[in-house]
């Protein structure tokens, strides 16, 4: 295989700075790492390349034979002091007849085999534990830079971060990190943050750390997937004659409409008032669940009571079944006077039960 020039691998000029070189490594050392990209072959032999040509070029006393001699400085069975000959030989003039000696008995090389690596260390029983056969007779010259590999942790937050995105601190291993929680996120889901994993060996970068979130309860606010759901407590007056009442949300108060009659159970849906897509998608909707409330005993509401029992023509309970039944009916009712599209789902539910 031809040799490639160790500047085009890392992508950096030749008259780059051992800055601009360690900065260019770590970024594809990160990209084409084995634990970014398990299984792929094509990717271990770019991690490979790009460490190989990063140890060369860290060094400086190995850039300079490279930039002096090209790939023959990266064979095994390179002499300097033979290369100390050839200089003196091309100021002495390169006499006709050729060079009289050369600079060792070896075979060609490619990149990723510069006879100086021992990728053992990097990818273990991956490769084998060695880099080949043809590792035998090699001399290590130092420790190859690898990455650190990523860590794990929990972090705990509220539904209304969930719903508005925000910023926390945390405190990992006596230091504190200021994490940024994207709107969306519910539990299972992961927060990334790169460079903040376990440190690398030998000068490479630090892995990343992954942060699984756990979403914690509300007490007034129930979730299902993207949507959430709120008991409204209304009056018997309210849902016998309708009202406009207000409702609280993680985004500030708004005004909704009880339609005239509601029962306990019915659902009024506030159209993407509920969770974020964190990719992007249709927000979640708010089902506001009217719960009709009752004076607590008295004798007055006995007695007011009364006259409603000879209005009930039929047995209240005389539709549960266990049998398979019709659909829902949804009734949509026009948007409120603030603007938000409320639809109505008639169904009865018991108090705080919500939809499912």
């Not at 900065?23 to 032999?45: F, I, Q, T």
């Not at 914690?216 to 979730?223: A, F, I, S």
């Not at 026009?334 to 009865?348: K, N, Q, V």
Request: aromatic fraction near 6%; charge should be positive.
């Amino acid at each position: 295989m031809p040799h490639r020039d160790l500047y085009e691998i890392l992508a950096v000029p030749r008259g780059a700075t051992a800055d601009e070189i360690k900065k260019a490594y770590r970024r594809l050392a990160k990209k084409y790492h084995p634990d970014v990209n398990p299984g792929d072959k094509e990717s271990e032999e770019k991690f490979k390349e790009v460490t190989a040509a990063f140890e060369v070029l860290s060094d400086q006393k190995r850039r300079k034979l490279y930039d002096e001699f090209g790939a023959d400085a990266l064979r095994t069975g390179f002499d300097e002091k033979r290369a100390d000959e050839y200089r003196r030989w091309k100021r002495e003039g390169a006499p006709q007849g050729g060079m009289p000696f050369d600079f060792g008995d070896f075979s060609s090389v490619n990149v990723g085999d510069y006879g100086a690596f021992d990728f053992g260390s990097i990818f273990g029983d991956l490769f084998g534990g060695a880099a080949g056969p043809r590792a035998r007779g090699r001399v290590r010259r130092g420790p190859i830079p690898s990455a650190g590999p990523s860590a794990e942790a929990e972090i705990e937050i509220a539904l209304r971060d969930s719903v508005l995105g925000a910023e926390r601190d945390i405190r990992l291993d006596g230091r504190t990190l200021r994490v940024k929680i994207p709107a969306g996120v519910t539990d299972g889901s992961q927060i990334r943050l790169a460079g903040q994993g376990a440190p690398g060996a030998h000068g490479g970068p630090a892995g990343d750390l992954y942060l699984k979130v756990k979403l914690r309860d509300h007490p007034h606010v129930r979730r299902d997937g993207k949507d959430l759901y709120i008991d409204l407590p209304v009056t018997v007056p309210e849902a016998v004659r309708g009202a406009e009442v207000t409702l609280p949300t993680f985004e500030g108060s708004v005004r909704l409409r009880v339609p005239a009659g509601a029962q306990s159970g019915t659902h009024l849906r506030l159209r993407g008032k509920g969770l974020p897509d964190v990719r992007g998608g249709v927000r979640g909707d708010l089902y506001a669940v009217v719960q009709v409330v009752l004076p607590q005993g008295s004798d007055a509401l006995r007695k007011a009571v009364e006259p409603l029992e000879p209005l009930y023509e039929e047995d209240p309970r005389a539709g549960i079944s266990l049998q398979n039944l019709p659909p829902r009916r949804t009734v949509e009712p026009p948007a409120t006077e603030d603007g938000w599209d409320c639809s109505i789902c008639l169904a009865r539910r018991r108090s705080g039960s919500g939809a499912r």
